[in-house]
Nanobody, 116 residues
Framework: QVQLVESGGGLVQPGGSLRLSCAASGSMNVMGWFRQAPGKQRELVALITSGGSTNYADSVKGRFTISRDNAKNTVYLQMNSLEPEDTAVYYC?????????????WGQGTQVTVSS
């Protein structure tokens, strides 16, 4: 059973920074972050492939940076210049090819609150 364990959420003031981490129990082809604010659908924040290619939501470009350590099966999300609109539960997402089928895995979520 693959597990994704997140850490690093919390309360931060507008303009502040947080770093999220997510460790997977197995290797992943793609890892990333989604978020869900109250009353809204879950949305993509950023993805990164095992080769280092990245994709960001327009709303976080220039403020958030995704990276990964393949040896540790860990993905990071450095969040700078945080805004109240970034408040959400952040979910780690991992994707792995298992016997030719792409499997999706999710972490339990970590709360990020941006407020003064």
């Amino acid at each position: 059973q693959v597990q994704l364990v997140e850490s690093g959420g919390g309360l931060v003031q507008p303009g502040g920074s947080l770093r999220l981490s997510c460790a997977a129990s197995g290797s992943m082809n793609v890892m990333g972050w989604f978020r869900q604010a109250p009353g809204k659908q879950r949305e993509l924040v950023a993805l990164i492939t095992s080769g280092g290619s990245t994709n960001y939501a327009d709303s976080v470009k220039g403020r958030f940076t995704i990276s990964r350590d393949n040896a540790k099966n860990t993905v990071y999300l450095q969040m700078n210049s945080l805004e109240p609109e970034d408040t959400a539960v952040y979910y780690c997402n991992g994707r792995a090819l298992v016997r030719g089928v792409l499997q999706f895995y999710w972490g339990q979520g970590t709360q990020v609150t941006v407020s003064s």
